[in-house]
């Protein structure tokens, strides 16, 4: 018996073998056929995506190429003529791969395609494709949607170097001068504010003492923001004057709100130290401020120092400085709306979306931190509460302007 | 001399290209391309590799047991060319007409195994000696089919005379034996003369159709000879690396797979001499549509011999392709499957073979 199951088993092996040797040649034989053809590229849309199809997979890549998207996730292009170098791009960037090197000009350069007037050259533009990691943050972000991917997944390169692209197309030539440009307009402006602040240093007091009214936190921003314009324009005249007396570094004006609320209560002298310190940045004392992050506020102050100055210049001549201010607040974000201006450029658009970021430069935050702290002290202690929801956007600008600045 | 020149030089040229289509066919087979980039579709592919093989150093593993190590590739080689001398490959052109030809050639081509035991043992690598020992345990246990399959065409044939066996196969045996008649299926009592009709019906998968399922079994035992998969376990590349013949390198390397080749080729050569008829034209004379005739040309006259080799040859390379076919469609056998394949169903279907041919053998006189 047992035998005879052996036997059944031992004619059943081979039927089986017969059977399935026969199948696999048959589904071989069938590849060897299709192969005279090549698969179709399709879409994972296309109904058919998921048939089986049997031709040849290979796409022979240098020669041929599957379709990919005009705007995939590849190699990122900048047009720089449509560029307002207003440097979100690279704030939002999470590998900090974009350098960008702003140049402020003395008058509008120029409209991009959209129409958005440009007021900054890029001394420098370079995004660095080995570091980026192609989230297209970047391009969401960017303003005048001048920076965008493109359809170019090869770029390989034998040097790192090589991936690092510059998009800036200027010459150091250009840049020189341009820079000399700006040198000679910021004199002159200095010189016009000197004047006024002469001439306006007595409404500056009477500002002071709305700026208390206004209330606590950051007052000296707000205020400006709701209608409080008189406060404004003692600050820039109080610029004018750091300016003046801290020839050191255009960095340390560019904290001038801290400088603008010691000035408000009367002491001076607290202003330029800070100044002081904010261009020395120190790291160290970052981690333990971080919570006092909101103080941050100071920071920016320092960037918009320059635009400022600048704005401030043209401002001064016309003497309206503060309008520049209002109009950029629609209402809700009337702080926000200040700081925009001031950095017009590069500021002013950026604070929202990089607060997600403002938390890293936080070494820089502390510093100003202490200062606006003794400058809030010294006005009214309420403000801190409102400084605290400021400063994450604050802090984003310091690091990218300190750099910038210390660079130029 | 003439036929020594022409196996080596086709030899050579044949597995440049069989190379070449292995690889296409494992690429079709697998949805892919191939190499496409040396020439023309890639043909000159294994052209390059080749050169780029002549110039690589000959790197001899410091332990290796020297004199082994360097003459086994040799050995290999000599023993399956060897082989080449006996085949017959048109009607009047052979190395030599040997009459115990086919008795040599499995003499002769046994004596691979002895290379590649040279080869795994000299290496002093564990991989090397493990292929080495499965190649021995392999080959001599299908050898035994095989002879036993050669074994049933001597019986049919009454010869060991390749020349004369592929005679019997074809229309113009009667120039050299004038008594001899060919009858449909070999069997005489059907009264069907096929002598003269020749083509497919003469060959020996027909004139003993035993011989069919002989062919089978003789093309799997053959495969295993020829180390190719599904018998590859002597060189796995998963599990050993490459085999008897990891330790190899540069020109060495090349002549042990200009033997794997050259061994699929002389198998190949030989299942059609045995059982596909040779340098005969698969197409039969039909009344007075003489087709078989008009594809094979009179032996000794250039037409035969051109006819003879083309009809050898692209026989011959069928079943190459076939093996290749085969190869890139099984999967590797274990080693006990591959030896219950050879004991327990193989050679028990020979012996019976054997038994019945001889029976076939007394329908046919
Ligand atoms: S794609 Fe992402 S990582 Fe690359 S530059 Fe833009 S923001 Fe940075
Ligand atoms: S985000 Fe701003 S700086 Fe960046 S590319 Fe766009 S416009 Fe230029």
């Known amino acids: 018996m047992e035998a005879a199951d052996d036997m059944k088993g031992y004619w059943r092996n081979i039927r089986t073998a017969v059977d399935t040797l026969k199948t696999g040649l048959k589904v071989t034989a069938k590849h060897m056929k299709d192969a005279r053809t090549q698969r179709t590229a399709i879409v994972p849309e296309a109904d058919n995506y998921f048939e089986k199809q049997n031709a040849i997979f290979t796409v022979q890549y240098p020669k041929e190429k ?5 705007h995939g996730r590849y190699k ?8 307002i170098v207003c440097d979100k791009c690279a704030k939002v960037c999470p590998v900090d791969c974009i350098d960008i090197i702003p140049l402020r000009a003395v008058e509008e350069i120029g409209k991009t395609s959209d129409g958005t007037p440009r007021r900054i050259y890029a001394e420098k533009f370079n995004i660095d494709m080995a570091k980026c990691c192609f989230c297209g943050l970047c391009t969401t972000v960017c303003p005048t949607e001048c920076l965008t991917m493109t359809d170019e997944y090869d770029f390989s390169a034998y040097d790192f170097e090589e991936h690092n692209v510059p998009f800036a197309n200027m010459t150091p030539l250009e840049i020189l001068q341009k820079k000399k440009e ?3 307009f910021n004199k002159q402006k200095e010189a016009a504010k000197a004047l006024k ?9 009477a500002a002071s003492g709305a700026k208390p009214k206004v209330g606590a936190a950051k007052p000296a921003f707000k205020p400006r923001v709701p209608g409080a314009k008189p406060k404004v324009v003692g600050k820039p005249q109080i610029p004018a004057k750091k300016e003046g007396e801290e020839p050191s570094g255009e960095e340390s004006q560019s904290k001038p709100k801290p400088v603008f609320k010691p000035r408000v209560p009367g002491a001076k002298p607290k202003v330029v130290v800070k100044p002081e310190m904010s261009p020395g940045k120190a790291a160290e004392e970052e981690s333990g401020q971080e919570p006092k992050s909101k103080p941050k506020p100071v920071v920016r102050p320092k960037v918009q120092p320059k635009k400022q100055e ?3 210049s043209n401002e001064t001549s016309d003497k309206a400085p503060r309008p520049v201010i209002k109009p950029k607040v629609p209402g809700a974000k009337p702080k926000v709306v ?16 990089q607060e997600a970021k403002s938390k890293p430069r936080p070494v820089m935050k502390p510093k100003v931190q202490q200062k606006k702290d003794e400058a809030n002290q010294s006005e009214s202690k309420t403000e801190l509460p409102k400084k605290a929801a400021r400063p994450v956007i604050k802090p984003k600008i310091k690091p990218k302007n300190t750099d910038s600045d210390k660079e130029e | 001399m003439y036929a020594f020149l022409f196996f080596l030089i086709f030899l050579l040229i044949y597995t440049v290209f069989a190379v070449y289509a292995e690889r296409k066919i494992s690429a079709f087979i697998q949805d892919r391309y191939g190499p496409m980039e040396t020439g023309y579709y890639g043909l000159l592919q294994t052209v390059a590799d080749l050169l780029k093989l002549i110039q690589k150093e000959d790197i001899v593993p410091f332990k290796a047991d020297k004199k082994l190590f360097k003459p086994a590739p040799v050995i290999i080689f000599l023993a399956v060319f060897a082989g080449f001398a006996v085949l017959p490959l048109t009607s009047d052109f052979a190395g030599s007409s040997a009459q115990i030809g086919i008795f040599y050639l499995l003499a002769i081509v046994s004596l691979d195994v002895v290379g590649i035991l040279m080869a795994g043992w000299g290496s002093n690598s564990k991989y090397a000696l493990w292929g080495a020992m499965r190649s021995v345990a392999q080959i001599i246990s299908y050898e035994i089919p095989l002879g036993l399959m050669v074994v049933c065409v001597v019986m049919i044939s009454q010869t060991l005379n390749l020349q004369e066996i592929t005679y019997q196969q074809s229309i113009w045996w009667n120039q050299i034996n004038p008594e001899a008649e060919n009858y449909l299926f070999g069997i005489k009592a059907l009264g069907i003369e096929t002598t003269n009709v020749g083509g497919i019906l003469t060959w020996n998968i027909l004139r003993s159709p035993l011989m069919l399922i002989g062919f089978v079994i003789f093309f ?23 085999g008897f013949h990891t330790e190899y390198s540069g020109f060495r390397w090349a002549l042990i797979m200009l033997s794997e080749y050259g061994m699929m080729l002389l198998v190949s050569f030989l299942a059609v001499i045995l059982f596909l008829g040779g340098w005969n034209s698969f197409l039969p004379n039909i009344g007075s549509v003489k087709l078989a005739e008009w594809t094979s040309g009179e032996p000794g006259t250039l037409a035969g011999h051109l006819w003879g080799a083309f009809w050898m040859i692209s026989k011959a390379l069928f079943l190459v392709a076939v093996q290749m076919w085969v190869r890139w469609t099984y999967p590797r056998l274990r080693l006990d499957q591959l030896m219950n394949l050879s004991w327990k169903y193989l ?4 012996i019976l073979l054997v038994l019945l041919s001889a029976v076939w053998r007394l329908l046919m006189i």
């Open chain 1, 66 to 70: 599957l379709p990919v998207p005009d």
């Open chain 2, 220 to 242: 799997i035992s053959s495969l295993a000879e020829s180390n190719r998969a599904p018998f590859d376990i002597p060189e796995a590349e998963s599990e050993l690396v490459g």
């Open chain 1, 197 to 205: 602040r002469e001439e306006v240093v007595p409404e500056e007091k």
């Open chain 1, 182 to 184: 700006l040198e000679e």
């Open chain 1, 76 to 83: 990122l292009h900048n047009e720089i003529d449509d560029c």
């Open chain 1, 338 to 353: 200040v700081k925009p201006k001031v950095p017009t450029k590069k500021v002013a658009e950026e604070p929202k979306e």
């Open chain 1, 310 to 312: 600048s704005e401030e």
């Open chain 2, 347 to 350: 050679t028990p279907a020979s």
